[in-house]
C-alpha cells in the first residue's frame, strides 16, 4: 500500500530543491515528488539524477511530476500527471506497468475517467486556498471531498485518494473521516522549523486508525 504522507518538492534553483528535500527526507518523509516547474531540461535532468540517488539511499519513493520522459530517462518510480499533461495511457506505454502513475483530479468526472484510464493514485484538491499553485481549481473544502468520495464508493472506485491544496495540522482528522488515503504537502514541510516534529505529528494522524 502507499504510503500517507507524500512531500512535494518547492525551490526555485536545483541547489534550494535538493537542499528542501533533504531536509524532507530526513524528517522522516517517505515519499517524494519532485516538482520543478518552469525551467531547462538540462536543470531537470541535474535535479532529477540527484534526487534519484538521495531517495535510492534513503530507500522511498521518488516520482517526477509532469515528465513522463525524465521519469523514463531516470527510472524513477512514477511520475504524476496533472490535467492538462500526457494522458495515463501515454504515460503507461512509455513506462510500463510497473512504474507508479498518479493524476490530478478537481472533479468526480476527473476521477472516473483517470480510474478507467489505470491510474494508481489520484491527488484531488485543492482543499483550500494554497499559494503553491499559480492556476487554481475550484476549492473543494471537506463538503467537495465527502460528495466525491461517497460518489467513488458507490461506483466502486478504488485507487487512493490524497488531498492536497493548503492542508494544515488541524485539518487531518476531519479529511482522514471523508475516506482519503492520504495527503500530499509542500510549503508546510518546506516551511517548518520543525520537520521531523511535523512529519511525526503528520504521521500520527495520518496512521491514527490504522491497525498494524
Known sequence: MFNKLQYISQGETV???????HQALDAGCDW?????K?????KRFVLAEAVKILCEE???????NDDVLLAQKIGADGVHLGLTDMSIPGARAILGNRKIIGATANTF?????????????IGLGPFQFTETKEKLSP???IEGYVS??????SENITP???AIGGITLENIESLMKTGIHGIAVSGMITKSLQKEKLVQQLNDKLYANVII
Not at 15 to 21: C, D, F, P, V
Not at 58 to 64: C, G, H
Not at 109 to 121: F, M, Q, R, T
Open 15 to 21: 541547489e534550494k530543491q535538493l537542499y528542501n528535500i
Open 32 to 36: 517524494i515528488q519532485m516538482r520543478f
Open 38 to 42: 518552469n525551467q531547462t531540461s538540462e
Open 58 to 64: 534513503y530507500l522511498v519513493n521518488f516520482i517526477v
Open 109 to 121: 468526472e476527473d476521477v472516473l475517467i483517470h480510474s478507467k484510464n489505470g491510474c494508481d493514485y
Open 139 to 141: 476549492i473543494l473544502g
Open 148 to 153: 466525491i468520495l461517497n460518489k467513488m464508493k
Open 160 to 162: 487512493p485518494v490524497y
